[in-house]
């Protein structure tokens, strides 16, 4: 029932308006919403840069999925709308973006820095094969890596 299709430049202001929801803010690393102008800029740039960004639209209007990549590691970043929740979309889109890293990019290595109050995310990336590595005061550090 949910998708995943590649973002596209003019996701910019649709995704700005996720990332500086109140929850989204709260899960994210810098704690702080983004300056609109910043954002959509910021946005555009990781949509151009295919070579450092792999950016996906969780379908059908559900949210998003971001990894930055440099060879050989990448870390993966996801926001669901609340009502796409529970509902196997982040495991789902988790799954892909890891086979993806794996099969089509080659990577060895994928991270996920989750706060340590975000139950529901260290539930599904765990759930999705990834391991907790280390903890960095509030900040646990999960990373996956492809089956041999
Ligand atoms: C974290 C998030 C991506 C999880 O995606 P989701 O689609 O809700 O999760 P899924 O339905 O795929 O759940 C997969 C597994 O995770 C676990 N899980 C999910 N939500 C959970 C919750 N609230 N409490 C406990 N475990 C939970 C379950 O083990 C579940 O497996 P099951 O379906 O066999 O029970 C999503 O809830 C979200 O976007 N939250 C807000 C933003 C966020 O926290 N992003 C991550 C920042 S690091």
């Given at each position: 029932m949910y998708?995943?299709?590649?973002?596209l430049t003019?996701?910019?202001?649709?995704?700005m308006d996720l990332r500086?929801?109140?929850?989204a803010i709260a899960v994210s690393g810098s704690q702080e919403a983004l300056p609109r102008e910043y954002a959509v800029d910021k946005f555009i740039d990781?949509?151009?840069?295919?070579?450092?960004?792999?950016?996906w639209i969780i379908e059908p209007d559900a949210g998003w999925i971001v990894m930055e990549y440099h060879d050989p590691w990448?870390?993966?970043?996801?926001?669901?709308?609340?009502?796409?929740?529970?509902q196997g979309a982040?495991?789902?889109?988790?799954?892909?973006?890891c086979k993806y890293a794996a099969g089509e990019l080659g990577l060895e290595k994928i991270w996920a820095n989750v706060r340590e109050?975000?139950?529901s995310s260290s539930s599904v990336f765990t759930k999705c094969g990834f391991v907790l590595s280390s903890t960095n005061k509030s900040l646990w550090?999960?990373?996956w890596e492809p089956k041999e």
């Amino acid at each position: 029932m949910y998708s995943l299709r590649r973002a596209l430049t003019g996701d910019g202001e649709w995704w700005m308006d996720l990332r500086n929801r109140t929850d989204a803010i709260a899960v994210s690393g810098s704690q702080e919403a983004l300056p609109r102008e910043y954002a959509v800029d910021k946005f555009i740039d990781m949509v151009r840069k295919p070579g450092e960004f792999v950016f996906w639209i969780i379908e059908p209007d559900a949210g998003w999925i971001v990894m930055e990549y440099h060879d050989p590691w990448g870390t993966i970043s996801i926001y669901l709308k609340p009502y796409a929740r529970g509902q196997g979309a982040g495991a789902m889109a988790i799954k892909q973006m890891c086979k993806y890293a794996a099969g089509e990019l080659g990577l060895e290595k994928i991270w996920a820095n989750v706060r340590e109050e975000n139950i529901s995310s260290s539930s599904v990336f765990t759930k999705c094969g990834f391991v907790l590595s280390s903890t960095n005061k509030s900040l646990w550090n999960f990373t996956w890596e492809p089956k041999e």
